[in-house]
């Protein structure tokens, strides 16, 4: 038999396994329902993405959340026996201006108070996971086309114009990415309609076209100088620093995010010597050797930002579902994904809240 032209039936199927994807399938394994995500990376977590050295996570994407203002976040946190920490934020902070002068400013709380999670936000994923089948989860399958049905849907894992991979039909999608790049990749027949896709096309991904850096050290220089990590700079490259340590010991760390437009972020390596050279002018010469550092462009990430994510937005967007709809085709397509939430949409409390609608309505 020629597996690759063999037709998989699943009752449900979770495109994306990102935190709303997931979250998605873990309340369908709680119902014990039968479901399979299909995720176009070779891991899961999608904005999520905790990178590991000796033991400890450095969050590459999200690393915060609002226990003040994030009740769902804070519940599931508690419930998978997870703990988090406040941010650092003691001692003063830096400020740079567009002329690289550094200025010492006093240290400010974030408002709401913001909070980070132990083992990184990744550990979210990691323990969702544990209550979600192994085999249900399949890497490497990007869903290239969704294709209507007289009951449920055909789904194609591949690239559009060739050959698909696999296909899979189902009676229901829940469909967990961001409603701009479903639009731009995925190909719907029939046709989605015009207002439709204009409306999908016009939620802008929160963060697509961002880029962070986090750098790590053996000791907290800052922290030592009485400077709580915090600094910005109008001359950049990163523009905002903060503090991304360890909670009660090493390795400490900087994490910050650059300021240069996505279209300018070309020359990687000449960015890293330009982060570490403002590290040493804001904090001194040690900033400018940490024992590790990792940088992640999510405007280069295929499978998060597309050509209209690559423009700076500078203002969060009021999110709610595409067009005003949950579903379309009679409930076959459930929207999922933190970008439909209509509240605390992009941020990860949105993607809970778009995963509880789309598996409470399908
Ligand atoms: C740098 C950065 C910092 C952030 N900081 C914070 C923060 O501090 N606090 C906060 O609350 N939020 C923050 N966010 C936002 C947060 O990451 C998102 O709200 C959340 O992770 C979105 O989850 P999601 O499941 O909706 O989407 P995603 O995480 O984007 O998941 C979508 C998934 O779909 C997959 N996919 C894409 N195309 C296909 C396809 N064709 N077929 C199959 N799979 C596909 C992707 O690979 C991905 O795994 C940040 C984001 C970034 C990038």
């Given at each position: 038999m020629n597996l690759s032209k063999k037709i998989f039936d699943v009752d449900t199927i979770i495109i994306g396994g990102g935190l709303s994807g997931i979250y998605a399938a873990y309340l369908l394994s709680q119902k014990n329902k039968s479901f399979v995500i299909l995720e176009a990376r070779t891991r899961i977590g999608g904005r999520i993405l905790s990178t590991e050295h000796q033991g400890f996570f450095s969050d590459l994407g999200p690393s915060w959340y609002w226990p003040s203002i994030n009740p769902k976040i804070v519940q599931l946190i508690q419930s998978l026996g997870l703990s988090g920490f406040h941010q650092f934020e003691e001692g003063l902070g830096r400020f740079q201006n567009s002329n690289g002068l550094i200025?010492?400013?006093?240290?400010?709380?974030?408002?709401?108070?913001?909070?980070?999670?132990?083992?990184?936000?990744?550990?979210?994923?990691?323990?969702?996971?544990?209550?979600?089948?192994?085999?249900?989860?399949?890497?490497?399958?990007?869903?290239?086309?969704?294709?209507?049905?007289?009951?449920?849907?055909?789904?194609?894992?591949?690239?559009?114009?060739?050959?698909?991979?696999?296909?899979?039909?189902?009676?229901?999608?829940?469909?967990?990415?961001?409603?701009?790049?479903?639009?731009?990749?995925?190909?719907?027949?029939?046709?989605?309609?015009?207002?439709?896709?204009?409306?999908?096309?016009?939620?802008?991904?929160?963060?697509?076209?961002?880029?962070?850096?986090?750098?790590?050290?053996?000791?907290?220089?800052?922290?030592?100088?009485?400077?709580?990590?915090?600094?910005?700079?109008?001359?950049?490259?990163?523009?905002e620093i903060h503090d991304a340590s360890n909670n009660s010991q090493g390795p400490y760390g900087l994490t910050g995010f650059v300021s240069i437009p996505a279209v300018q972020r070309n020359h990687q390596q000449r960015l890293t010597e330009a982060i570490f050279s403002q590290l040493a002018t804001i904090y001194g010469k040690p900033a400018s050797q940490p024992t590790t550092f990792f940088y992640q462009d999510w405007a280069r990430e295929r499978f998060t930002a597309t050509q209209f994510d690559q423009p700076p937005m500078y203002e969060h967007p009021l999110y709610h579902p595409p067009a005003g709809k949950t579903s379309i085709w009679d409930g076959t397509i459930h929207f999922a994904g933190t970008e439909t939430a209509d509240q605390h949409g992009g941020y990860l409390e949105g993607a809970l809240t778009s995963a509880e609608r789309a598996v409470m309505n399908h």
């Open positions: 200025q010492t400013v006093s240290g400010y709380d974030m408002e709401p108070p913001c909070w980070r999670l132990s083992g990184g936000m990744m550990a979210l994923i990691t323990k969702l996971c544990e209550g979600i089948p192994e085999n249900a989860i399949r890497l490497n399958h990007p869903v290239c086309e969704i294709e209507k049905k007289s009951t449920g849907a055909l789904v194609s894992v591949g690239e559009l114009e060739k050959e698909p991979w696999s296909r899979f039909t189902t009676k229901k999608i829940i469909l967990a990415l961001p409603p701009r790049l479903a639009a731009a990749t995925i190909l719907f027949t029939p046709d989605l309609s015009h207002n439709l896709t204009q409306a999908m096309l016009r939620i802008g991904t929160w963060m697509a076209g961002q880029a962070k850096f986090c750098a790590l050290y053996e000791e907290p220089y800052w922290r030592q100088a009485g400077l709580s990590g915090q600094a910005f700079s109008q001359q950049g490259p990163m523009g």
